[in-house]
């Protein structure tokens, strides 16, 4: 098995559940295999033998070693000790930082997301804003015609002829 990881993040190797497991580390840029030893689980009892992973390796069902860096990258060997076999393989690919990679913002959505959010928020709004006013018009313009209707106006087409005067003929 093997993973690609970006400086930082963890390293997670699976731990079977045996009685006794050993696990240790061979760096990918070394001559030859050193197989350093990081430590050895006993049932749930972790025991860190180097001293760089001391702060660093933690177990829950895995061995997390925290802050991954280029250094980590090779291969992590579990073996049960008691059956002398190993038990499973991970090899670590370190992927190279990018420029801008470390920016990250907390929600995770990127700002063009907000801007675009924003600007369909803004959208909906002045929507209902119009249709708010145009329910109010037409409401205001059925009064106006009720109105007129009660006083006994008949309802003309406006021609453009303001101070007409409704009672009188026309030559």
């Not at 070394?30 to 001293?51: G, M």
């Not at 920016?103 to 209902?128: N, S």
């Amino acid at each position: 098995m093997s993973c690609e990881i970006t400086p930082g993040e963890p390293i997670d190797v699976y731990l079977p559940l045996t009685d006794l497991v050993e696990v240790s580390f061979t760096a990918s840029d070394a001559a030859q295999p050193s197989d350093l030893q990081i430590c050895t689980v006993d049932n749930e009892k972790i025991q860190i033998i180097n001293p760089d992973y001391k702060e660093r390796a933690s177990r829950i069902n895995t061995l997390q070693i925290k802050d991954g860096n280029v250094s980590d990258s090779g291969s992590y060997t579990v073996r049960d000790v008691v059956n002398n076999e190993t038990l499973a393989i991970l090899k670590v690919h370190m992927r190279e930082d990018q420029p801008g990679s470390d920016i990250r913002q907390e929600g995770g959505v990127p700002a063009c997301g907000i801007v675009l959010m924003l600007l369909l928020l803004l959208v909906v709004a002045a929507f209902v804003v119009l249709m708010v006013m145009y329910v109010r018009l037409r409401r205001e313009n059925q009064q106006l015609r009720e109105k007129d209707e009660r006083n006994g106006h008949e309802l003309r087409p406006m021609n453009g002829n303001a101070n007409h005067d409704p009672g009188e003929e026309q030559d």
